[in-house]
């Protein structure tokens, strides 16, 4: 044999030996065979300002705070994957501390998607990982006017700033999440807790939680073209003194699972305390299970205020429950119906087998609209109907005699349309409904 071809045959050997090895290098490292094999960990304390970019992938394998003047940016595009487990029977989450901020600013085309590292065919699943926390400054009214977060040991939120800061989530999917963090503690999809109105919360998603999807804590933030979609508690839950506003909030339950559309509370020791929970909600729509036999507390009440919540609801569709539509409870609740507490009867209720309201309503001071809302398909099995599409379709009561809203400056004030949705379906391309 010729020295060349000696040499042309090593020279292959080895390059056939540096394959296997790197093969045997990128099967060997990481968690799992899938693409967070080469992950960036992350897990502890973010103490100085970073960036998660598109271009890498994210693993969260245990609780990570983001500490009091550190700023964590989240390019447009990112996914952030996350084990169940931190290795101590806890499952990761993501943590702003007072103080800190987030700016996960995405895009329709490009969102930013909290998930879990299950094989797609193994998804969906509720609970396969934590969830996303935000603590803020803004009042609230716990006794000395801040509390501690449920889960978590020593992390605080709530302060006198109602114009606080936190940052920016914009087009940011937070799914399959809900598992504990903390003792029998299973976490809401993304928990606002004392945020001000100085965050900037629009185009998000809570899917297939197994906790609520969005609670507010009290505080004050303001939120825009919000999705729920069946997640196994409440879609939208507020209490501690709530004061903030909301405008296009839709979330649709699934008939394996489900709690209420809307559980709102004041306190329930003392449920004149103040501030008052004061939420404003308006192009809302809640479509129910529609049948089935969901697992969940409260899935026969689509709507339920109580412990002296106040509150201002127009331009609402509720719709195919599996109980009452609405129901209002304890007598300081009740006591402040037409004063600082309104239900609308331009709203919408449709649907409900037992009825518009509960029976410990003050009925008499309550009325709606019992229209069908002509969906244009929201199908009859929910989970997995093809093409849904909650939009109300041409000749809808929807889409006539909407209410014109406050000239505050964040709500767009003729809408011409009650629901979440009018011609425009806001949740195509990036909604976990439209994938």
Known sequence: MS????????????????????????????????????????????????????DEDYLL?????????ATLTIEAGTTIKSKSDDGNGLAPALVIERGAKIIADGTADNPITFTSDLPEEDLPQRGTWGGLIILGNAPINADGGE?????????????????????????????????????????NGITFAGVGNGTTVEHCEVAYNLDD???????????????????????????QGYQGKGQYLFAIQGQEACG?????????????????????????TLIGPGGGSPDGDG?????????GTAGDFRNMIIAEGNGVGLRISDDPTQALIGNELNFS?????????????????????????????????????????PG????????????????????????????????????????????????
């Open 3 to 54: 020295k060349s071809s000696i040499l042309t045959r090593g020279l292959l050997l080895i390059a056939a030996v540096s394959f296997l090895m790197a093969c045997s290098d990128n099967n060997s490292t990481g968690p799992d065979d899938d693409n967070t094999t080469n992950a960036v960990e992350i897990s502890g304390d973010i103490t100085e300002n970073t960036t998660w970019m598109a």
């Open 61 to 69: 394998i245990g609780q990570t705070f983001v500490k009091d003047g």
């Open 147 to 187: 509390s501690f977060v449920e889960g978590l040991v020593g992390v605080p939120y709530g302060g006198d700033d109602p114009n606080d800061d936190s940052g920016v989530l914009r087009y940011v999917r937070v799914w399959y999440g809900g598992r504990s963090i903390g003792q029998d503690n299973e976490i």
């Open 213 to 239: 999807g969005f609670e507010f804590f009290g505080g004050t933030v303001n939120v825009k073209y919000m999705s729920v979609v069946y997640v196994a508690d409440d879609a939208f839950d507020t209490d």
């Open 260 to 284: 209420r559309g809307f559980e709102m509370d004041n306190d329930g020791t003392n449920m004149d305390k103040t501030p008052r929970s004061m939420p404003q909600f308006h192009n809302v």
């Open 299 to 307: 899935s026969d009440q689509m709507i339920r205020l109580r412990e």
């Open 345 to 385: 009867e331009h709203n919408i209720i449709y649907g409900c087998p037992d009825g518009l309201f509960h029976s410990d309503n003050a009925d008499d001071s309550l009325s709606v609209l019992e229209v069908d809302p002509q969906f244009r398909n929201i199908g009859s099995t929910r989970e997995g109907t």
């Open 388 to 435: 849904l599409d909650p939009r109300p379709a041409s000749g809808s009561p929807a889409l006539s005699n909407a209410e014109s809203l406050p000239n505050d400056g964040f709500f767009d004030t003729d809408p011409g349309f009650k629901g979440a949705f009018g011609s425009e379906l806001w949740i195509d391309g990036w909604s976990i409904l439209t994938q």
